[in-house]
């Protein structure tokens, strides 16, 4: 694709983004910052769910749902249920009023919709703010299908915070005839993610001109720690309206936190798509993104900031590898902004049917940082000098030999280093942190020596 097409594309996205952000009514700075989704008081009540039938009768879920007032807790840890699910009967759980809906740990209960329809709908307006949380209880099967207006949200949709813990969503899809996608399985205000999967999900809009964002999320600020996002599609009509195979964060910030963004698939922003203001901020530590793709631009994560210049991505300790995109288009990490850079691996993405070209693993106005690993940029940092023993932002451009994305230990999945890897050994640990991407039990620097990239091999 030509430059001139190019900066045209680019710009006409920065309009529909302005114009989509205004819709939204996202334009006030406050709903710009991180909400708190951590309730740090015991539940006013706990409501035990006794049955696992959906027939309105006492002791259902439903009817426990319904009885809840703000605060309460929906215990389901005592249910034994067939195949140990609850099947919906008679539509979406509405839940009115600020509600953590808990399971047992050992054995997460799967509450799925056999009528059709959304799982659940949080519509809470209680004060200072709505939120639902939800741990150990997994969510699957929930269909939003609209011929007028907006599909929000396959599973779940929250009018405030959602944070999932503990917990699955898979199997979802919102989809539209006539309007926006928006979250084929989340769509809230704030989403935290902790210890959960969010994967087989997918936003479809088969509108004209109308947009699928979020193929698993949809959210104004997104923070993932020790969770999965894999295998969500958004996809539109219109070829180049989907957005956010992964997650689309739409006016927010971004942050993850040990967490892998895997075999996404969006026409845009393969794995996440982050469009922000300049209040917005982006980091990514001990962080795998990897073979995710976009039909046209951005496979693994995009950056933007249609009316500002974007505050720098920070990406501490991460591998950014083996997504995709179109021809031109930068398939790794792309921003309209300054990256800062440390210890990490952009490597092995490709924008070209014979491989990668020149901005295939970084696009960016500027990098900053030390001791990372970048195959291919078009970022010409100040005062480095590839291939020489600097420690500039970029210190090789070797080919890092990661092994394929595999269950490495911890809660999710890594690229291993081969053992003549050149990321062996090179890195740094600036960040301080204890561990790898794998968490406890895996040291972040062993042998005296840090590795480059999400893994860090052990010692002996």
């Excluded at 209960?109 to 939120?131: A, E, H, K, M, W």
């Excluded at 207006?149 to 005839?177: E, K, N, Y």
């Excluded at 590898?321 to 800062?340: D, K, R």
């Excluded at 092994?403 to 890594?414: I, R, Y």
Aim: net charge negative.
């Amino acid at each position: 694709m030509s430059t001139k097409n190019r900066n045209l594309r680019l710009k006409n996205l920065a309009t529909g983004l302005s114009a989509a952000l205004a819709l939204a009514g996202l334009q006030s700075a406050a709903l710009a910052q991180p909400q708190p989704t951590s309730r740090g008081n015991p539940p006013a009540r706990v409501l035990f769910a006794t049955s696992c039938e959906d027939d309105n009768s006492a002791g259902t879920l439903r009817q426990v749902v319904a009885d809840a007032a703000n605060g309460d807790e929906i215990n389901l840890s005592e249910l034994a249920c067939t195949d140990n699910t609850i099947v919906l009967t008679q539509g979406e759980l509405m839940f009115a009023h600020n509600a953590s809906l808990v399971g047992s740990a050992s054995q997460p209960l799967t509450i799925t919709n056999g009528s059709g329809g959304r799982v659940i709908n949080s519509v809470s307006q209680d004060r200072p703010y709505p939120y639902l949380d939800i741990a150990n209880v997994n969510i699957s099967g929930g269909t939003v299908l609209v011929d007028s207006g907006d599909a929000l949200g396959g599973c779940i949709f929250a009018s405030g915070d959602l944070t999932l813990t503990g917990s699955t969503v898979s199997g979802c899809m919102a989809s539209s005839s006539s309007g926006s996608a928006l979250g084929g399985a989340i769509y809230a205000q704030n989403v935290n993610m902790a210890s959960s999967r969010v994967t087989g999900n997918a936003a479809y809009a088969s509108g004209d001109f109308q947009p699928a964002r979020g193929g698993a999320v949809h959210t104004v600020n997104f923070l993932c720690t020790d969770s999965t996002l894999s295998g969500n599609v958004a996809t539109a009509k219109t070829a180049w309206s989907g957005q956010g195979g992964g997650a689309m964060v739409m006016g927010g910030s971004l942050a993850l936190t040990r967490c892998t963004i895997d075999n996404n698939i969006s026409a845009e922003g393969g794995g996440v798509s982050q469009f922000m203001y300049s209040e917005s901020t982006s980091l990514i530590e001990n962080s795998t993104i990897s073979g995710n793709t976009a039909t046209f631009a951005f496979g693994g994560v995009e950056v933007f900031c249609a009316d500002c210049t974007a505050t720098a991505v920070q990406l501490f300790n991460s591998t950014i590898a083996f997504n995709s995109s179109a021809e031109g288009y930068t398939a790794g990490l792309f921003s309209n902004a300054n990256v800062l850079a440390q210890s990490s691996i952009l490597a092995k993405n490709q924008n070209t049917t014979e491989g990668s070209s020149v901005n295939a693993d970084l696009s960016a106005t500027g990098l900053t940082g030390a001791n990372n690993l970048v195959m291919s940029s078009d970022v010409a940092p100040d005062g480095t000098m590839i291939g020489i023993t600097d420690l500039g932002p970029i210190i090789s451009q070797d080919d890092p030999e990661l092994l394929p994305l595999a269950d490495n230990g911890g809660p999710t999945m890594t690229h291993a280093l081969s053992e003549t890897s050149p990321a062996m050994y090179a890195g740094n640990n600036v960040a301080r942190f204890a561990t790898d991407q794998r968490s406890a039990g895996f040291e972040r620097s062993c042998d005296d020596a840090t590795d480059i990239g999400a893994y860090q091999h052990q010692s002996d």
